[in-house]
């Protein structure tokens, strides 16, 4: 079955510090990756997807992050956060074979101090 | 850009009403879903469409049902409101297409208070 895990539930971290969010998966079938996030009071949206190809996968707002097959993670980092980056950020992993549904992870709150 | 429009930001309802949450979409997406998302829980699936008439449960149905007689339209039905339902609800629709396959988009969220 599949399944994601994000370990931290919140995040601290100062403006323009790095930032790393962690997600693992777990996954029977070909493995199809997101990150959504989330600002206050609003639905999600996309940051950025891995499907196939280059490892590295790079989204809006400079966020980028990495599949790590052997490791079973799929890391989201930026390398200087923004105050406007604070909010809440969900990994998710496509719900099983010939399946369009998806399973979120419990989400990661990034709260960024100026 | 593609729109989800859900017809409600706020909801206040009391215990036994029945509750309907509207969801539209305009880009002629064939998927619809209907997550709720609870602190430390992340989003669970309520139900799934994936074409007009058509629906599937999700990973907690139980209390809910689904409506979907138009393709760009679907709402979530709580016969019965409870204590335990106060919740945000949030509306996602994706397309068949192979290109955007899986991604899904969503609506601003229904937050939900029943008393």
Redo the contacts between chains.
Sequence with gaps: AQSVT?LD?QVPVFEEAPVELRCNYSSSVSV?L?W?VQYP??????LL?Y?SGSTLVKGINGFEAEFNKSQTSFHLRKPSVHISDTAEY?CAV?GGRNT???I????TRLQVFP | DVK?TQSSRYLVKRTGEKVFLECVQDMDHE?M?W?RQDP??????IY?S?DVKMKEK?DIPEGYSVSREKKERFSLILESASTNQTSMY?C?S?P?AREK?????????TRLSVL
């Excluded at chain 1, 009071?41 to 996309?46: H, I, K, P, R, Y």
């Excluded at chain 2, 396959?101 to 969220?109: L, M, P, S």
């Design positions: 994000q539930s199809y997101f959504y009071n609003q639905g999600l949206q996309l997807k499907l969900f496509v369009d549904k998806l979120f992870g419990t989400g | 989800v998927n879903f997550y430390g829980l992340g989003l669970r699936l799934f994936y999700g949030l996602a994706n068949l396959k899986n991604i899904q988009y969503f609506g601003a969220g």
